[in-house]
């Protein structure tokens, strides 16, 4: 329990001793019955709560008994007590008389539901003294901070939330902590939650009982594919509104049903997600569920863009060029990393190795510099290269990228920059588009016809 902490990186803060955890207390937020939506702030370290005004959390429930439990600290954790309640008290669904909260947790007095979050704690945390975390490097000490975190609760059976922009490494990220952790033996089992549709996401998330979808045969979903292991909900901010709520209810149950299906499945999975734009001000702007960010943000990670850490590019630019065939580039001289550095890629650390490798390929003599892609005659082809220290799906996953990033500026060339003729002309989600073009730091403006209209506009017609 020591360990289920609620951090952001913001609040992170260096300091030379070594207390590196202060609480701040709770918050109890009602969920149900006639103060349904009210917040309750705890700083005490006992607190009593029922329907008499002598608790301190009072509830005006006929289900909730005068004294109806007590909630007290021990050390880092919160034990919660029933105090001989008629109704009984519940955590999670399950009936306890002695017990310990989680952050998200439900805690049910009666038929009083209410959520126990951890209250905006200032925490202390050293920086990693380490230049990596996994496959991730830094040595800035934005990333040390996020490696000082992340290798603080990777071992915690934590749901964490890592934002950041595109091309930061949040997969890379996620990955490593399944890595670092006691579930590293079983599945790592991954879902886009922006590249499908509803009906088709529902069942890769919980899968679907045979007949569902045109006669298919049954479909295991992620949960399961993943039983004790790690499911890694990439774009999470894109989860469609009716699914949000069944997601809550698998974090908190435990227990999935399948699309078509009667019967409840239990899984055991650690849940990491990902999104590049800010849940919490999705959730003011009523685009997500509360208590979903709640529980998925039990630890809350931001990944700093490449601009806002730009000693480490020449650390990255070292690491990507040692995984070339050797011969195959030069180091930059000054007058080139002066323009690496300068340059505040849109695309963030993806962008960077792209032109690393690119560099490698299309540079007359080899040196990494800043190289627009071009086309190339059949007979300037290079060699497919492969890297001995990467895994055959590392491998592939490297070539999709390269692909996607050649592609997409073939797409839009041929467009002329216009989004929606692209994405009709690849029988493609003009939204997906969208993300693809982001993940790449690829801007379609640059596509637009020079004459007539106005130049560079990335139409949607």
Known sequence: MAQDIETTIDSTIVQDNDELLRHAGYRLLVLSGELRGREFDV???LMRIGKSRQCGVVL???SVSRIHAEVRREGDAYRVVDQGSTNGTFIGGARISDGFLRPGDVLALGRVQLRFMPRDSRVELLPSAAESFGPVRGRSLAMRKVFGVLERVAGADVTILLEGETGTGKDLLARAIHEASPRRDHPFVVVDCGASTQAQLEAELFGADSGTFSGQSPRIGAFEQANGGTVFLDDVAELPADLQPKLLRAL?????????GAD????????IAATQRGLQEQVQAGEFREDLYFMLAVVACTIPPLRERREDIPMLIEVFSRRLPP???RAPDPEAMARLVGYDWPGNVRELRNVVERSAYLSPNGVIDLITPGARSPSQEAPVAFDPTLTFRE????????????YLAWLLQRAEGNISRAAREADMDRKYL????????????????SSGGRPGDARES
């Open 43 to 45: 700083t005490q370290d």
């Open 60 to 62: 005006p429930d006929e």
């Open 252 to 260: 908190e149950n435990r227990r999935i049903r399948r699309v078509g």
């Open 264 to 271: 409840e499945l239990e899984v055991d999975v650690r849940v």
């Open 327 to 329: 011969g195959m580039w």
């Open 395 to 406: 491998q592939k996953e490297r070539a999709i990228e390269l692909f996607e990033e050649a």
């Open 434 to 449: 969208h993300k693809l073009l982001r993940r790449y730091g690829i801007d379609a403006k640059q596509f637009a016809p």
